[in-house]
């Protein structure tokens, strides 16, 4: 900014009011990014709970996966469920399915997601050799959902579930496989029921 | 630093003396409110053109996450408000940038009549003005359907209805407007396009020409 007069040294009341100027438009420029930030970052920041969709009524349920093994030991089943999805700000219905087996005790049922840990196709059951098969890439899982052979890098998802009025209802999550994600091979069947308070 | 930066630039575009030329030069004595405070009215159209920058930065964050469809465009307007971060004080700035142009764009056009600016050589330059006008105020009008709200909808109904009254061509005017007999799904992605779409592109076309003629023809006075 060329003055009529030579600049003086030192703090002069043109300086003054360029810094107050500038201060000015920073609090505004501020004012206006931190709320546009905020709308391009939340999705990083976004926390989902769980979405608890109805399986199916657990005597059902428990006398098909019972009838499609043998000799009292419950069997794989597929289990198709509807539900009302929420993508952000769209609602609509949606249908999947879980892959769902009766093994008794405190905790009888065990459902496992169908989703391939390696790329996200649906696994299918295979009663011949007790396995789910991917169709995609040749990924193998055990009856618990252990990853065996193929591609894929993970364990099947395992649902949580609960029971009310004696219907079996599954926790989908915000997980890629829509369910509970064991990290290792774990041998153990995780003990998915929560208990109802 | 800074300084080495532009250097480097300089040696192979020069753009310091364009910046000077476009915004780095001294204004008369009588606009300058630090000179004079009374001053300030000069600074009406400056500030609309701020507010109409802070427009266009909350617009296109706005634009993430609202879609401009019947049964959505409701339901991610409230997304945006309960679920975004800030998301409400970036919708709120954007609805109360809107009527802060208009505000100020009136006080900008009262100054420019009482100081008799539109005389001789600078008719062209109010005429692109009232163009402006007219430009921002269809943005207001666009926008205030976006919501999809009731008072959206209906303050729509209410606003293109007036076009029916137009001699002859009143009833096709409506349906253009409109995009069909009556306010629906094709107002809405009308409206959108139009407000996101073909308004920004004229205003920055008109504003430039604005800008261009404020520097072809000056600022006038003092008085």
């Known amino acids: ?197 | 630093m800074f300084t080495r930066i532009v250097r480097w630039i300089d040696e192979r575009m020069m753009v310091s003396p364009l910046w000077r030329d476009i915004a780095d030069h001294p204004v008369p004595a009588h606009t300058n409110p630090s000179e004079r405070v009374s001053a300030f009215v000069y600074c009406f159209g400056g500030v609309t053109f701020l507010l109409i920058i802070a427009q266009f930065v909350t617009g296109m964050f706005l634009a993430m996450d609202y879609v401009p469809d019947i049964t959505n465009a409701y339901n991610s307007t409230k997304y945006i408000m309960d679920h975004v971060l800030f998301g409400e004080q970036l919708l709120s700035m954007h609805n109360w940038g809107s009527t802060l142009i208009i505000i100020m764009v009136t006080l900008h056009m009262l100054r420019i009549y009482w100081m008799g600016v539109y005389k001789k050589p600078r008719e062209l330059n109010w005429l692109v003005g009232v163009t402006l006008l007219l430009i921002i105020l269809t943005f207001g009008f666009t926008g205030y359907l976006l919501p999809w709200d009731e008072k959206a909808y209906f303050a729509t109904q209410v606003g293109v209805s007036f076009v029916q009254y137009v001699p002859f061509i009143g009833t096709a005017l409506y349906e253009i407007i409109a995009g069909g007999q009556t306010i629906g799904a094709a107002t809405l992605s009308r409206f959108f396009a139009i407000h996101v779409l073909f308004l920004p592109a004229l205003l920055l076309t008109f504003l430039g020409l604005h800008f261009l003629m404020i520097r072809r023809n000056g600022i006038t006075g003092p008085y």
């Open chain 1, 1 to 197: 900014m060329a003055g009529k007069q030579p600049q003086k040294a030192g703090w002069t009341r043109r300086d003054f009011f360029n810094w107050v100027l500038n201060v000015t438009m920073g609090v505004i420029a501020l004012l206006v990014a931190v709320p546009a930030v905020g709308e391009a970052i939340t999705p990083a920041f976004a926390k989902t709970k769980p979405l608890w969709v109805r399986l199916g009524l657990a005597s059902k349920l428990q006398a098909a996966s019972l009838s499609a093994g043998q000799g009292g030991v419950g069997s794989v089943v597929k289990a198709s469920y509807t539900y009302t999805a929420l993508d952000h700000w769209v609602q609509q219905p949606a249908s999947d399915y879980a892959y769902l087996r009766y093994i008794g005790g405190s905790c009888p049922f065990y459902i496992l997601s169908p989703i391939c840990t390696h790329l996200g196709c649906h696994v299918d059951w295979v009663p011949s050799s007790s396995q789910f098969h991917c169709p995609c890439h040749g990924s193998i899982y055990s009856i618990d959902g252990l990853n065996v052979s193929g591609p894929a890098p993970l364990p099947l998802g395992v649902f949580r579930w609960k029971l009310v009025n004696g219907e079996i209802r599954i926790a989908r999550e915000d997980t890629f496989t829509g369910a509970y994600q064991r990290q290792g091979e774990a041998p153990k069947q995780p003990c998915l029921m929560v208990k109802q308070a």
